[in-house]
């Protein structure tokens, strides 16, 4: 089955990606982690529909504070 038909009979629209508008390492750097709390960044992947751009929101949160996550890796 040809990709073009596969969209069509999922009525999914063509979507390019898209890219942050800015610099990801400048984010970082501008909320520092407060290692004497043990904080980490949590990403949370913010509901939407197939085809559409990927949406999140990047927190920090305390271990101390035994925040509920799942943890996803990858290579």
């Known amino acids: ?29 501008s909320t520092p982690l407060n290692k004497s709390q043990n904080e980490i960044r949590l990403n949370r992947i913010l509901p939407g529909k197939f085809g559409y751009p990927i949406r999140c929101s990047l927190r920090r949160a305390s271990l101390d504070s035994h925040p509920k996550y799942e943890a996803l890796s990858y290579v």
Not at 11 to 22: C, G, I, K
């Open 1 to 29: 089955m040809a990709l073009s038909t596969f969209k069509q009979l999922l009525d999914v629209p063509t979507m390019l990606p898209s890219f942050l508008p800015f610099n990801s390492s400048s984010v970082y750097s």
